[in-house]
């Protein structure tokens, strides 16, 4: 057996486990298009129909309603990373942003998201900001803490003695956080970024929610729900969820790209 058959059979190993759970289910439960959960060749069906069966400017194209949330979770994990890469590095280099502002990011985690977007939305729309912004920042909102939490770890990863080598070299602070502490952070970074880049989806379905948005994958999962349309909302969570997978893996790419471009071997 070669290595990567050994990887991938765990894998599809777990894969067939639960597809059987998930038939099991489905044959409990009835089955048919509106059955609580669906097979999932009915679900694979309706994605296909989804994806397929519409042109892409249709409101009943999935891909439509997939780039609508895709977009708004761009624009929130871009945010996430602006504000959590620049609020580590304010907390690595001054000690009293990290007595105070590390509980109260940590705090901001404990506050659920769906309690927080519906107030975002009024009071921003009271201020006559709608669109693609208060979404964004309930995104970010979820988004921002692995960012942050990652790159502060990433920061201080160098040990005393490499920091004790620049010093011996009279690196200045920039050369320290240029040279050492910033390449140091990037097998950090992009972990959390992978993280970051499903809570970003997540955030902009979320989001969709409450502001009784006509697209997006969040406003066919709402729809779906009204007129009892159970495949639509378990394909509307399967493109999703292939959204999630699409911004992990993009984000791989990103990093193998930073490997290659200094030299090692992604």
């Known amino acids: 057996m070669t290595d990567r058959a050994r990887t991938a059979a765990p ?5 067939a486990a639960l597809a059987a ?20 060749h009915e679900v694979a069906f309706a994605v296909a129909q989804g994806v397929f069966g519409a042109p892409v400017t249709s409101p ?16 929130g994990f871009a945010l996430a990373c602006v ?25 901001s985690q404990t506050v659920p998201v769906l309690a927080i977007a519906p107030m975002v939305v009024v009071v921003l729309g009271n201020a006559g900001i709608t669109g693609l912004l208060p979404k ?21 990863a160098p040990d005393s003695l ?34 970051a880049a499903t809570l970003a989806v997540v955030g902009a379905i979320v989001a969709e ?34 959204l999630s997978l699409a911004a992990i893996g993009a984000t791989d790419l990103a990093q193998r790209a930073l490997i290659r471009s200094r030299g090692g071997r992604a």
């Open 11 to 15: 894998v599809l190993t777990v894969l």
């Open 21 to 40: 759970l998930w038939y099991l289910a489905a044959f409990l439960t009835g089955g048919g298009p509106r059955a609580i959960v669906p097979a999932p």
């Open 60 to 75: 009943h194209s999935l891909i439509y309603h997939a780039a609508v949330t895709a977009a708004t979770a761009l624009a």
């Open 83 to 107: 504000v959590g890469i620049l609020l580590a590095v304010a907390i690595v280099h001054q000690r009293v942003l990290d007595q105070s502002l590390m509980p109260w990011i940590v705090a």
């Open 136 to 156: 964004a920042l309930i995104a970010a909102w979820l988004s921002f803490f692995p960012i942050a939490t990652g790159m502060v770890a990433g920061l201080r």
């Open 162 to 195: 490499q920091l004790d080598v620049m010093r011996t070299y009279s690196a200045s602070g920039w050369d320290v956080f240029a040279k050492l502490r910033w390449p140091a952070s990037m097998s950090y970074l992009f972990v959390s970024l992978k993280i």
């Open 209 to 242: 929610l409450p502001t009784g948005a006509q697209a997006g994958l969040g406003a066919r999962l709402l729809a779906g729900s009204y007129y009892g349309q159970t495949l639509q909302i378990w394909a509307a969570l399967c493109m999703a969820a292939l």
